[in-house]
T-cell receptor
Framework: AQRVTQPEKLLSVFKGAPVELKCNYSYSGSPELFWYVQYSRQRLQLLLR??SRESIKGFTADLNKGETSFHLKKPFAQEEDSAMYYC??????????FGRGTSLIVHP | DSGVTQTPKHLITATGQRVTLRCSPRSGDLSVYWYQQSLDQGLQFLIQ???????AKGNILERFSAQQFPDLHSELNLSSLELGDSALYFC?????????????FGEGSRLTVL
């Protein structure tokens, strides 16, 4: 069965510090990985997906099939990055599966 | 707004009662997903409909049921409510029946069972 693990419930950093939100997955096949973000009082929305290989709001994520990871990174955190981040996996015959989420707090 | 809309936004009810949550998908999207978000549980998949037909089922309780109507809106029915059913219920839609691509989420319906 597919599974997405986000080991950190909460990540607290200061503005300007690097950020890495961890995501590990288990999946048999070729997964499609996503990061979704939920800012305060807003709906859950797509941040980025691995097939796009793009940087959104300074965030990047690289799919590492060997380590079955899809960690989200940003070199310099901003206060407006404070939000709930969800890693998600889908593809093939598997319905989109979400991790438990990591709350990122960026202090001024 | 042609995004996913969910009603009601908030609902408070008592144990043993029955409620219906409603979702209208994005214009043109045929797939509707329902997720439950409880404290510390993340997003748990409940059920998916595609063009009126049930497509996939997750850990949905027998007390819960859903359907998608010809106009593509969906309803999630929760009956014999228990305290543990208190959660945020999200609806999401996508263009296709397959499990690739982006999901578009509604703002959620927060259910409180007292």
């Amino acid at each position: 069965a597919q599974r997405v693990t986000q080991p950190e419930k909460l990540l607290s950093v200061f503005k300007g510090a690097p950020v890495e939100l961890k995501c590990n997955y288990s999946y048999s096949g070729s997964p499609e990985l996503f990061w979704y973000v939920q800012y305060s009082r807003q709906r859950l929305q797509l941040l980025l997906r691995h097939i796009s290989r793009e940087s959104i709001k300074g965030f990047t994520a690289d799919l590492n099939k060997g380590e079955t990871s899809f960690h989200l990174k940003k070199p310099f955190a901003q206060e407006e990055d404070s939000a709930m981040y969800y890693c998600a996996l889908s593809g093939g015959s598997y319905i989109p599966t979400f991790g438990r989420g990591t709350s990122l707090i960026v202090h001024p | 707004d042609s995004g996913v809309t969910q009603t009601p936004k908030h609902l408070i009810t008592a144990t043993g009662q029955r409620v219906t949550l409603r979702c209208s998908p994005r214009s043109g999207d045929l797939s509707v997903y329902w997720y439950q978000q409880s404290l510390d549980q993340g997003l748990q998949f409940l059920i998916q409909y595609y063009n009126g037909e049930e497509r996939a089922k997750g850990n949905i309780l027998e007390r819960f049921s859903a359907q998608q109507f010809p106009d593509l809106h969906s309803e999630l029915n929760l009956s014999s409510l228990e305290l543990g059913d208190s959660a945020l219920y999200f609806c999401a839609s996508s263009e296709t029946s397959g499990y690739t691509g982006e999901l578009f989420f509604g703002e959620g319906s927060r259910l409180t069972v007292l």
